[in-house]
């Protein structure tokens, strides 16, 4: 069996080379079908993520209602909020503005992150078929202590992705951070369900 280094480099490039052509197509739709590309991966991060953090809380038996209530999530609201949030903040900061990138900034986080967060904590408890009664009392509950956790941990990240990576590529770095928030999210909901549940035992 020949293992020199141009056997292994050969071998190497025909495994990536499957890889490269899926993320020329990613990339592909994305340009050609922003919104139900960002969408369908909104749809699918969630969904993982759902899914890994009922896994790592040590959940046996995952919770399909949940998992379902993340992916329709992600696939009505993932995509489409961001995409219109940054291509009006795009437009209504001008390119030569100074600080520019930092307005952009500012903006994504006293506006999109409290927008995005309400939604998320509202619509989430709505598709695990709780009541709007219910699904209000869970975005009292969570919704400062969510939101100031998100302005701490998730800043710099925030402003990295928008101060040096290219728009047409925003989406992909933001998806990696929206795929560790939401399981930040999904922990904090669960803590917060299974007090509720206890608390009803005790009555």
């Not at 495994?15 to 340009?31: D, V």
């Not at 209530?69 to 390119?95: C, D, K, M, N, W």
């Amino acid at each position: 069996m020949n293992n020199s280094p141009i056997v292994r480099r050969f071998n190497k490039m025909s495994l990536s080379r499957p890889l490269y052509s899926l993320f020329g197509s990613y990339l592909e739709q994305l340009f050609n079908h922003p919104v139900r590309t960002k969408c369908v991966t909104a749809a699918f991060l969630a969904t993982t993520a759902n899914v890994t953090s009922q896994r790592i809380s040590g959940a046996k038996k995952l919770n399909q209602h949940s998992v379902f209530a993340y992916g329709l999530f992600g696939l009505i609201f993932g995509g489409t909020v961001p995409h219109y949030f940054y291509q009006i903040v795009e437009r209504l900061f001008s390119h030569d503005l100074r600080f520019r990138k930092f307005f952009l900034f500012l903006s994504e986080r006293l506006a999109f992150a409290p927008l995005y967060q309400f939604l998320s904590l509202y619509f989430l408890s709505l598709f695990e078929g709780n009541s709007h009664s219910t699904a209000i009392k869970n975005v009292e509950k969570l919704f400062w202590p969510v939101l100031r956790a998100n302005w701490r941990y998730l800043s710099l990240a925030v402003y990295l992705n928008i101060a040096y990576v290219p728009p047409m590529f925003r989406s992909i770095s933001s998806g990696i951070i929206a795929f560790i928030w939401v399981v930040y999210i999904a922990q904090k909901r669960r803590r917060h369900q299974e007090k509720l549940a206890a608390a009803e035992k005790t009555k």
